[in-house]
């Protein structure tokens, strides 16, 4: 192979490069699609769903989100709710406002555990 041509990393030597803060090709990528823009990208002839369009798109992290154990599970209180949005605070213990009819980043509002007195009144016993 000419010296002037490089082969790309693998995802895995990209983001072990990334992490020991050596030079790497680029920088690592990782995206999540929500429902509605894959529902769109069918519409416009893309064939399949989230997983496909990430293999195709070339992410390099896969995305484990875990929080264990939730301190109040199955606990969802709605505190405000409009036509569009409502406020929630959930099994974690924030408070957020998200839309009813669709996907998007939550708007934190609120943290249930904000400092120490309450991690060791609340939190810790749950």
């Known amino acids: 192979m000419p010296a002037h041509i490089v ?3 693998t995802s ?3 983001m072990t490069r990334m992490l020991q803060r050596q030079d790497h090709d680029r920088i690592p990528r990782h995206d999540g699609y ?3 823009t894959i529902a769109r990208w069918n519409q416009e002839g893309f064939e399949g769903d989230a997983e496909t369009a990430l293999q195709r798109l070339g992410g390099d ?3 484990i989100v875990c929080a264990w154990p939730r301190p109040f599970p199955g606990s969802e209180k709605i505190l405000e709710e409009d036509e569009k949005t409502k406020v929630v605070q959930d099994d974690m213990g924030q408070v957020k406002r998200v839309w009813k009819d669709r996907w998007g980043t939550p708007e934190h509002i609120g943290f ?3 400092g120490p007195a309450k991690w060791y009144e609340i939190y810790k016993p749950a």
């Open 112 to 114: 249930g555990c904000d």
């Open 12 to 14: 895995r030597q990209r």
């Open 34 to 36: 929500w429902p509605e």
């Open 7 to 9: 082969t790309p990393l």
């Open 61 to 63: 992290v896969a995305q």
